[in-house]
């Protein structure tokens, strides 16, 4: 079973820039897809972005195109998330996650590994 912690949240003033990073330990990372989900008070979990085994491919939600980037170091079983010109709708819990059986686009269900959640608010 593969374990993830998240680092890197915080507050933040509308429009800045924030980088969040998710280790992984305990399995084979690049054998895992990889992606960040969120989930803001009193709403569902939502995909951000994802990113397959190799970084290849990746995918973002329409909310975060454009603004969001997410990467990982293989040989580092890093995966990180950087968030530019971050609006208040970015305010959530923000959770890295795994999937070691399927591929990157498959649905939520199948990322079966995730961390605790790092809180990103923003606000001037």
């Known amino acids: 079973q593969i374990q993830l912690t998240e680092s890197g949240g915080g507050l933040a003033q509308p429009g800045a820039f924030l980088k969040l990073a998710c280790t992984a330990s305990?399995?084979?990372?690049?054998?895992?897809?990889m992606a960040w989900f969120r989930q803001a008070p009193g709403g569902e979990r939502e995909s951000v972005a994802r990113?397959?085994?190799?970084?290849?491919?990746?995918e973002y939600a329409d909310s975060v195109k454009g603004r969001f980037f997410i990467a990982r170091d293989n040989t580092k079983n890093t995966l990180i998330l950087e968030m530019t010109n971050l609006k208040p709708e970015d305010t959530a819990v923000y959770f890295c996650?795994?999937?070691?059986?399927?591929?990157?686009?498959?649905?939520?269900?199948?990322?079966?590994?995730w961390g605790q959640g790092t809180q990103v608010t923003v606000s001037s």
């Open positions: 990113i397959s085994r190799v970084g290849s491919s990746r």
């Open positions: 305990g399995y084979k990372f690049d054998n895992c897809a």
């Open positions: 996650a795994a999937n070691c059986q399927s591929m990157y686009f498959s649905p939520v269900s199948d990322f079966h590994s």
